[in-house]
Structures are given as C-alpha cells and as structure tokens.
C-alpha cells in the first residue's frame, strides 16, 4: 500500500502566479482533504472533497480552489499567489463510514515558497 | 466552532523520563479527539484517537491519552522517552458527522541524553 502520495515535493513560485498540487489517496479512500500549515503552526483545514464534490470549506478565500476527479485522487489550485501563502500545504484521505471519526491519513506535503 | 489548545510550544524532556503534553478542547458537541506525530519533512501520523469508547486510548510508541470530559482534556503521556520521540506533537479535534479536523498549535519535544 503506497499510502497517500503528493506532488511535487517542492515548489518555488512568484507572486501573483498560479500553482496546482495533486493528492493521490490511500487505497480504498473516498475523501480527500487539504490542509496549510504554516511555519512553526498547526495545520488549518482548506477545504474536502467527496465524490468530486467540495463537501466542506474552511476559512480560506476563493483563490484556493479544487477539484476531485473519479479515481479519488485530487488537485488543489491556488491563484494570484500571495507571499503568506507560503506553507507546507498537506492532503489526508479517509474512508468516508464513521462521519467525525474516520482517521485521515496524510501525505508528506508539498512545500511552497512564494518570491 | 471546535477548537483545542496546546500550551507551551517547546517541552524538554530527559531521556527514561515521563513524557507529558497537555491538550483541552472547546467543543458543543461530544468531541472526536486525536494525537498526531510529525517527524521531519513528514507528514502526520496518527498515535491515536477518542471515539467515545474506552476514556484510556491507547496508541502507537507506548503513547496513550485519557478523554477528561470534566476537564475537557484529552493529555497524551508516555512513561518513558526514547530519543526517538523527538518530534512535533499536535492535537486535534473533529466532531460526529464531521471530519475536518480541527489542530492546536503543536508540542516541539526535545528528548536529553
């Protein structure tokens, strides 16, 4: 089981351009989440998808977009890239059965430095 | 809304002995509790989590936490540091019926020889 992949693992971007960042969930998981985590912070949640669709949002404005395709697997986009978007940006897939208590699984991160 | 609160972002520990990280969450609904464990340039790994079952969970590493409601905490304890276990800590909350997860700011521990 290769677990919950990310890429790239590194990312360097200027401001005002455009990133995406792909997630391929564990074997088995419908849902994908996405989280930023900010140096020396906790993780914050973006936003989830299930069966390609946003399911829940967190606090994050319209630049953050996704999308889940029919493998599970998923992108997050970021447009108009803003220097505190700088993070370690993480994605946890879930088999959606518990509802609140389904263990999320985490990929290592992409890491992003916006110039 | 959920939240949780870790104090104290840096804990040294000495190596052979108890280690401690406090946690209390804010919650209106019963709460879904978890330790998470970040080595490195790693992501997160869970250590364990409270589903409303047993009040004692036991994890992975020799870790386990008790689900307080009187406190409303949720502390992780492990009776004695490896080297090894140098590590950020984080907890987490979420509730039945969603799963987004709610993070403290995290546990740097620092294990001494």
């Known amino acids: 089981d290769a677990g919950v992949t990310q890429s790239p693992t590194h990312l360097i971007k200027t401001r005002g351009q455009q990133v995406t960042l792909r997630c391929s969930p564990k074997s088995g998981h419908d849902t994908v989440s996405w989280y930023q985590q900010a140096l020396g912070q906790g993780p914050q949640f973006i936003f989830q998808?299930?069966?390609?669709?946003?399911?829940q949002r967190g606090n994050f404005p319209d630049r953050f977009s996704g999308h889940q395709f029919p493998n599970y697997s998923s992108e997050l986009n970021v447009n108009a890239l803003l220097l505190g978007d700088s993070a370690l940006y993480l994605c946890a897939s879930s088999a959606s059965t518990s509802g609140g208590a389904d263990t999320q699984y985490f990929g290592p991160g992409t890491r992003l430095t916006v110039l | 809304a959920q939240s949780v609160t870790q104090l104290g972002s840096h804990v040294s520990v000495s190596e052979g002995a108890l280690v401690l990280l406090r946690c209390n969450y804010s919650?209106?609904?019963?709460?879904?509790l978890f330790w998470y464990v970040q080595y490195p340039n790693q992501g997160l790994q869970l250590l364990l989590k409270y589903t409303s079952a047993a009040t004692l969970v036991k994890g992975i590493n020799g870790f386990e936490a008790e689900f307080k409601k009187s406190e409303t905490s949720f502390h992780l304890t492990k009776p004695s540091a490896h080297m090894s276990d140098a590590a950020e800590y984080f907890c987490a909350v979420s509730s039945r019926g969603n799963n987004r997860l709610a993070f403290g700011k995290g546990n740097q521990v620092v294990v001494i020889p």
């Open positions: 998808y299930y069966e390609e669709e946003e399911r």
């Open positions: 919650s209106s609904v019963p709460p879904y």
